[in-house]
């Protein structure tokens, strides 16, 4: 399947490594070079240093013939864009949005994008949720390749308590997204302090859970017991 | 008349003193109140710092309410959703959207919004200067009114 990503960030990074490793045909646009050259380092020549809102980049990565355009960008708009040009002007049958405003959720699905990611609102639903304490919660499966989000609650006696969210040396396959804290979520940046009750909010690789519940929450193995 | 003009750069600016001259009743957004420096002294109307592309923000200033539309921003993006968001969650009858990328322009034109390319009026008046034939289209708001969604052109 031919599938275009627009947007290079975390997200759409791993997830055009993860559909490149299950066999599909993948262009990843990205308009900063800086950042294009970066994961062009690692994934190779699918990466194209264009702004994907431009109709005749979208052209040029082959918008014509795709099957799937996912738009990934941290910004609302550009998403939009980038997925209602997909859709009217180049006819892919399947379009992909992140929102981060969760105002712009139902917008986005009567706009005609057909696929709307609101992680903010994922956040937001888990916290209504009966949380299990101790193991990773998963929220949900992002794609067929293997990226779930899933969230993590922070005891007292969690090994990231207290720690500094650059310093948790988590898996190139998890990205910590938002912590719920006092039923507020915001999002995690690199010198966000982690605290005791804090809910965390993370896109992994399944693969890597394992590792991610043990940095975050403690020893699988001495949890069997709790 | 109630108009909601989203950016107050020069145009936004020049088109919010124009249109409160002549009795409007203006409502003007800008994210930086900097920007309403290049209002008039004497502007009549609102000027509000705010995010244009928040359908919250413009329920708060009566957009439901207004007459027209017009999102300014110097960005293409934000414009179009500020202008979707006027036309399909407010039901503001009259909505334009600056887009000034000629592909983006022609596609959101084919999917019945109401667009201005300054791009394309640009290049058509530079053209004719120097003798080439006109583009009828370039400047042309009224063949682009805004059609109910229902009724969208699928663009092949």
């Not at chain 1, 980049?57 to 910004?75: K, M, P, Q, S, Y």
């Not at chain 1, 650059?166 to 039923?183: H, Q, S, T, W, Y």
Request: with cysteine; charged share 25%; proline share 4%.
């Amino acid at each position: 399947m031919f599938i275009i990503v627009v947007g290079g960030g975390k997200v759409g990074y791993y997830l055009t490594r993860e559909l490149l490793s299950s066999g599909h045909e993948v262009v990843l646009l990205e308009k900063d070079p800086r950042r294009a050259a970066e994961i062009a380092h690692e994934i190779g020549s699918v990466v194209l240093n264009r702004d994907g809102c431009e109709g005749k980049h979208l052209a040029a990565a082959g918008a014509n013939r795709a099957a799937i355009v996912a738009a990934l960008t941290g910004d609302d708009e550009d998403n939009l864009v980038v997925c209602q040009m997909a859709k009217h002007h180049f006819d892919v049958p399947r379009t992909i949005a992140r929102v981060n405003s969760t105002k712009n959720e139902a917008l986005f699905r009567k706009l005609g994008v057909d696929e709307v990611i609101n992680p903010t609102r994922i956040a937001l639903g888990a916290i209504e949720q009966d949380i299990p304490v101790h193991d990773l919660l998963h929220l949900a499966q992002l794609s067929t390749g293997g990226l779930e989000l899933v969230e993590a609650q922070i005891e007292a006696d969690s090994p990231a308590a207290g720690r500094v969210a650059r310093d948790l040396a988590l898996p190139e396959g998890c990205m910590l997204f938002v912590v719920i804290r006092a039923n507020v979520a915001q999002a995690i940046r690199s010198d966000t302090t982690l605290q005791p009750g804090d809910k965390l909010v993370a896109l992994s690789r399944t693969d890597c859970q394992d590792e991610v519940r043990r940095l975050l929450i403690g020893d699988p193995a001495a949890m069997a017991e709790v | 008349m109630r108009t909601i003009i989203v950016g107050c750069g020069r145009v936004g600016a020049g088109l919010a003193d124009a249109l409160s001259r002549s009795g409007h009743e203006v409502t003007v957004i800008d994210v930086s109140a900097q920007a309403f420096n290049r209002l008039n002294a004497d502007f009549p109307g609102q000027a509000v710092r705010g995010d244009g592309t928040d359908e919250d923000v413009l329920r708060r200033l009566g957009a439901e309410q207004a007459d027209y539309f017009f999102a300014l921003t110097e960005g293409d993006n934000r414009n179009t959703l500020a202008a979707q968001i006027a036309h399909d969650a407010l039901s503001i009858p009259h909505v334009i959207a600056k887009i000034n990328d000629p592909v983006r322009a022609a596609a959101y034109r084919a999917m019945g919004l109401a667009v201005i390319c300054r791009t394309t009026i640009m290049v058509d008046a530079l053209a004719r200067f120097v003798g080439l034939p006109a583009d009828p289209t370039a400047g042309d708001l009224v063949a682009a009114v805004v059609v109910e969604p229902s009724d969208e052109v699928e663009v092949p």
